[in-house]
């Protein structure tokens, strides 16, 4: 048996072979969805809006202007969405609170993500008590409710975006470990795993190499929802006065702002709230249409049914 440098250069890397033309099958799909498009779309204006704020947004989102408060929308008046109780902008605000949402959503999603497939991965091919351990503690953390949680990190830590972050990544790991150890019990147990195992590739190689390759599909799908829940967590939070800081823009915290003029200046609360169902639906809608794309047995299951559909 050979072992070190020619075992790795004999170990079969058909898993990365099989993941990229799963990858490009998948797009292909996706390409010819209307709905995927249109939401694919509406977040790249949504991301454009969010990076472009400081040059897009006509008002300076924080400054009162109390002669201009609870205008209407209106063209004429260059307030597209009116002004709220302190006379800003609406638009303003809504552009500028995008930039809050989907950064404080992607960071987070990037952390929960990185440190559950982390903890996935070893306790999927470790197994024994390393195992034992991490979904013990996920369990317990799951018994947790999460406003709980929340607002025992909050409290510990201050309101700010850096700590909402920490509160979302804390919370947030276990459906990422969770999925990947499930996915990883199936894959080790796979030819080119056991392969692998028998030309004696190092533990590590065989995680980056060939397992985490086949959980790529599952891990996008986890994440875009993950990001849609973060989403409406923050803006919850923000809502409830626990998320970022007062002068800091934000949908929710809009939403808290606009509803007691729900009766008289609709147009406070309305446009932030559509902007993040919008948001969270288009979200949602990509995230539906990877997994149909990425799982060949509800492919097949669909076809079945429908078998003069063709995607």
Known sequence: MRT???ARAAVPDGSYV????????????????PG????????ALVAVCAIGAPWIAPYDAVRSRLMDRLQ????????????????????????????????IGAVAVCGAGALGTALGLLSGY?????????????????????????????AALGPGLGNLIIVFVVTG???????VRAQVLQVREREFVEA??????????ILLRHIL????????????????KIIVWEASLSFLGLGVPPRTVSWGAMLSDGRQYIDTAWWVAMFPGLTLVAVVLAINTIGDEVRDALDPRLERLKLTLHPNRTR
């Open 196 to 205: 692998s195992r028998s030309l004696g590739a190092s533990p590590r190689r």
């Open 126 to 154: 470790a197994r024994g008590i390393a195992d034992g351990v991490i979904m013990r503690i996920a369990d317990v953390q799951l018994a947790f409710p999460f406003v709980l949680l929340a607002l025992a990190i909050v």
């Open 72 to 103: 209407p929308p209106s063209v004429a008046a260059r307030h597209w969405l009116g002004t709220d109780q302190l006379g800003r902008d609406v638009f303003s605000r809504v552009v500028v609170g995008a930039r809050v949402s989907l950064t």
């Open 18 to 33: 099989v993941a990229a033309t799963r990858g490009r099958r998948a797009l292909r799909r996706i390409a010819r969805q």
């Open 4 to 6: 070190g440098a020619g």
């Open 173 to 179: 790991w276990v459906v990422f470990a969770r999925v």
């Open 213 to 228: 390759p086949n959980l790529t599909g599952s891990l996008i799908v986890v994440a875009s929802f993950e990001l849609a």
């Open 36 to 43: 995927a498009l249109a939401s694919a779309a509406f977040l």
